[in-house]
């Protein structure tokens, strides 16, 4: 643990939650900060703050330039509007902070994956009110699969199949 800070429906999806947070090493924190879509900053009651990336994850960038192709629809056509993606980059931002700002969530570490990345930003899932803040950003339409080593990889890839099959958020893309 780290010290001092304990305390949509998708078809055929029978993920249980609480066992999945309780199996994992996790903490309870108040988001203060929201970044972007897929960055945030958590305070613990202990006054600890921690800068969390959501894992598995990618919004479209809202603080730098956009790459062209990283966001393909599910015809495989590479979304090469960078200003359409810059606008769900703040529709994202804002989903999250409506979504989070100022609520208690619960930080979940990976089994597989590391714990931070190269900018020093801890590495984890956040959920609020018992959801996966990444599956709803995926499902929604507001953040792509961030292809990396973690355990829901295979189920996130589903969810955003999903989104972009049935045209979902910035998937609308024509």
Same mark, same amino acid.
């Given at each position: 643990?780290?010290?001092?800070?304990?305390?949509?429906?998708?078809?055929?999806?029978?993920?249980?939650?609480?066992?999945?947070?309780?199996?994992?090493?996790?903490?309870? #924190?108040?988001?203060?900060?929201?970044?972007?879509?897929?960055?945030?900053?958590?305070?613990?009651?202990?006054?600890?703050?921690?800068?969390?990336?959501?894992?598995?994850?990618?919004?479209?960038?809202?603080?730098?330039?956009?790459?062209?192709?990283?966001?393909?629809?599910?015809? #495989?056509?590479?979304? +090469?509007?960078? +200003?359409?993606?810059?606008?769900?980059?703040? *529709?994202?931002?804002?989903?999250?902070?409506?979504?989070?700002?100022?609520?208690?969530?619960?930080?979940?570490?990976?089994?597989?994956?590391?714990?931070?990345?190269?900018?020093?930003?801890? &590495?984890?899932?956040?959920?609020?009110?018992?959801?996966?803040? #990444?599956?709803?950003?995926?499902?929604?339409?507001?953040?792509?699969?961030?292809?990396?080593?973690?355990?829901?990889?295979? *189920?996130?890839?589903?969810?955003?199949?999903?989104?972009?099959?049935?045209?979902? #958020? &910035?998937?609308?893309?024509?």
């Amino acid at each position: 643990m780290i010290s001092g800070c304990l305390s949509t429906t998708f078809q055929k999806d029978y993920f249980d939650t609480n066992q999945f947070i309780e199996n994992h090493e996790h903490f309870v #924190g108040e988001v203060f900060k929201v970044v972007d879509g897929d960055t945030i900053w958590v305070r613990c009651k202990n006054g600890s703050v921690y800068k969390i990336r959501i894992l598995g994850v990618d919004t479209p960038e809202i603080h730098r330039k956009n790459n062209p192709y990283e966001y393909y629809t599910y015809n #495989g056509t590479p979304i +090469t509007n960078t +200003t359409y993606l810059k606008l769900w980059g703040y *529709r994202a931002k804002e989903y999250v902070e409506n979504t989070l700002k100022n609520k208690e969530v619960v930080v979940v570490f990976d089994r597989i994956s590391p714990k931070r990345d190269e900018y020093g930003r801890y &590495l984890a899932y956040i959920f609020v009110d018992g959801k996966d803040l #990444g599956k709803s950003l995926i499902i929604y339409g507001y953040a792509r699969v961030y292809r990396s080593k973690f355990e829901l990889l295979d *189920r996130y890839l589903e969810y955003e199949k999903y989104a972009k099959k049935h045209k979902i #958020g &910035l998937w609308n893309y024509s």
